[in-house]
C-alpha cells in the first residue's frame, strides 16, 4: 500500500538553528499538509499546499515557517530560528484530488529543540 | 469555533465492545473521520462516513452519526489488546481544505 515517507524519524536541534523537515508524499496525491503534535496535545493543522503553492495556513504558520516542493517528490517544511516551543512531533500527509476520502499521513518526526 | 470534544481516557476488558465518542463542530461537513495512533506511530485512517450516512460498518468497526447533535461514534467489537491506541475523530471544516482533529480518546485493553 502506497505510504507517504518522513525523515529524518528524530531531530535534534539547538535553539536558534534552522531545520528541515522532508517528506516524500505519494506519488499521484496532489494536495499535501504538514501538522504537528505537541506532546499531550492535539494535531493541529499548520499548513496545506496545491499547484505549487500554499492554499491555506494557520496562525501557527508564521514567518518562522515555510514550506517547498523543491522536485516531484520532496515536500519539505523549514523552521528558521527554531525556539524550544517548535518542540513536536511534526505529521506530513498527502491526499487525492478528492479530499473526501481521508489524508494518509507519515509516520512522523519527532523535533526536540534543546 | 473548531473544538471537537472526546473524552480522554476509555478502558475495556478484551473481548469486549468499545464505544468512542465524539462531538464536532461543523454541521455542514460532509465526511468525519475516525484516525488511530498507535504508540510511536502516525495517524493511520481507520474509516469515513458521510453526512447523509446514519451508520457504516467495517469489519468489527461501527460508525454512528448523528447529525441533528453534532455526534460521532466508532465501536469496536471484540476489541483487542492490539486495539490499544489513541483513537482521533476527525472532521473538514467547509470550504477549508483544513482537517480538524478532536482531542483524542485513549483507548487501554486490558486481558
Known amino acids: 500500500e502506497p505510504e507517504v515517507t518522513q525523515t529524518p524519524s528524530h531531530q535534534v536541534t539547538q535553539m536558534g538553528q534552522e531545520v528541515i523537515l522532508r517528506c516524500v508524499p505519494i506519488?499521484?496525491?496532489?494536495?499535501f499538509y504538514w501538522y504537528r503534535q505537541i506532546l499531550g496535545q492535539k494535531v493541529e493543522f499548520l499548513v496545506s499546499?496545491?499547484?505549487?503553492?500554499?492554499?491555506?495556513k494557520s496562525e501557527i504558520f508564521d514567518d518562522q515557517f515555510s514550506v517547498e516542493r523543491p522536485d516531484g517528490s520532496n515536500f519539505t517544511l523549514k523552521i528558521r530560528s527554531t525556539k524550544l516551543e517548535d518542540s513536536a512531533m511534526y505529521f506530513c500527509?498527502?491526499?487525492?484530488?478528492?479530499?473526501?476520502?481521508?489524508?494518509?499521513f507519515g509516520s512522523g518526526t519527532r523535533l526536540t529543540v534543546v | 469555533g473548531e473544538d471537537v470534544e472526546q473524552s480522554l481516557f476509555l478502558s475495556v476488558r478484551e473481548g469486549d465492545s468499545s464505544v468512542i465518542n465524539c462531538t464536532y463542530t461543523?454541521?455542514?461537513?460532509?465526511?468525519l473521520y475516525w484516525y488511530k495512533q498507535e504508540p510511536g506511530a502516525g495517524l493511520q485512517l481507520l474509516t469515513y462516513?458521510?453526512?447523509?450516512?446514519d451508520m457504516k460498518q467495517d469489519q468489527r468497526l461501527t460508525v454512528l452519526l448523528n447529525k441533528k447533535d453534532k455526534h460521532l461514534s466508532l465501536r469496536i467489537a471484540d476489541t483487542q489488546t492490539g486495539d490499544s491506541a489513541i483513537y482521533f475523530c476527525?472532521?473538514?471544516?467547509?470550504?477549508?481544505?483544513?482537517?480538524?482533529f478532536g482531542t483524542g480518546t485513549r483507548l487501554q485493553v486490558f486481558p
Open positions: 500527509a498527502s491526499s487525492e484530488e478528492n479530499r473526501n476520502y481521508g489524508y494518509t
Open positions: 499546499f496545491y499547484n505549487n503553492e500554499i492554499s491555506e
Open positions: 506519488s499521484n496525491h496532489l494536495y
Open positions: 462516513i458521510f453526512s447523509n450516512m
Open positions: 476527525a472532521e473538514i471544516l467547509r470550504n477549508t481544505d483544513k482537517l480538524i
Open positions: 461543523d454541521s455542514s461537513s460532509t465526511y
